[in-house]
T-cell receptor, first 113, second 117 residues
Framework: RKEVEQDPGPFNVPEGATVAFNCTYSNSASQSFFWYRQDCRKEPKLLMSVYSSGNEDGRFTAQLNRASQYISLLIRDSKLSDSATYLC??????????????FGQGTTLQVKP | DAGVIQSPRHEVTEMGQEVTLRCKPI?????LFWYRQTMMRGLELLIYFNNNVPIDDSGMPEDRFSAKMPNASFSTLKIQPSEPRDSAVYFCASSLGTTSRNQETQYFGPGTRLLVL
């Protein structure tokens, strides 16, 4: 089983739609979680950190469910510019934080006019 | 502020040749990471350094790959000899360090697109 698993998609949605991605992780000791965004032929960039039970940043909401070991990303009122690949990222270590992050394969979102 | 700098941005070489990729992390960052990204395998961590010391190189594919960090502002990833299956995008990333949660954020360079013929 992969340490971080995502549905690769693609998710094709119309502008204005609400879309949600899920991600599961295997290490129950994981403490830190992130969503990164990667545009085509570009480098990954941090979108949101996910702490405690979740957090919101404008149209983006990230949720963490420790009991079920999954993280979700909700995008409301999607824009054409949201089209990208969204990477679920986990720090797999528990008490010893080594800074190593594990990246999921990514979920591709295509927002259409 | 300058982000992570990588060179070259593109590299085309023939099988058997030596390839050297270079990275300059963000000034003040203590951790440096080398990743490889392909369509099939996604983003894979190859090796990472803390304070110029290699911490985990378990992701390095084989002995043909080596990485060094002679000082806080420079790192290299070398492939010798290169093979077609090494074709990928190689990213370097840096972060502030590991002492607290908010120092984990990794900042990526633009990547080096390597094609081995």
């Amino acid at each position: 089983r992969k340490e971080v698993e995502q549905d690769p998609g693609p998710f094709n949605v119309p502008e204005g739609a609400t879309v949600a991605f899920n991600c599961t992780y295997s290490n129950s000791a994981s403490q830190s979680f992130f969503w990164y965004r990667q545009d085509c032929r570009k480098e990954p960039k941090l979108l949101m950190s996910v702490y405690s039970s979740g957090n919101e940043d404008g149209r983006f909401t990230a949720q963490l469910n420790r009991a079920s070991q999954y993280i979700s990303l909700l995008i409301r009122d999607s824009k054409l510019s949201d089209s990208a690949t969204y990477l679920c990222v986990v720090n797999p270590t528990g008490s010893s934080n080594t800074g190593k992050l594990i990246f999921g394969q990514g979920t591709t979102l295509q927002v259409k006019p | 502020d300058a982000g992570v700098i990588q060179s070259p941005r593109h590299e085309v070489t023939e099988m058997g040749q030596e390839v050297t990729l270079r990275c300059k992390p963000i000034s003040g960052h203590n951790s440096l990471f080398w990743y490889r990204q392909t369509m099939m395998r996604g983003l894979e961590l190859l090796i990472y350094f803390n304070n110029n010391v290699p911490i985990d190189d378990s992701g390095m594919p084989e002995d043909r790959f080596s990485a060094k960090m002679p000082n806080a502002s420079f790192s290299t990833l070398k492939i010798q000899p290169s093979e077609p299956r090494d074709s990928a995008v190689y990213f370097c990333a840096s972060s502030l360090g590991t002492t607290s949660r908010n120092q984990e954020t990794q900042y990526f360079g633009p990547g080096t697109r390597l094609l081995v013929l």
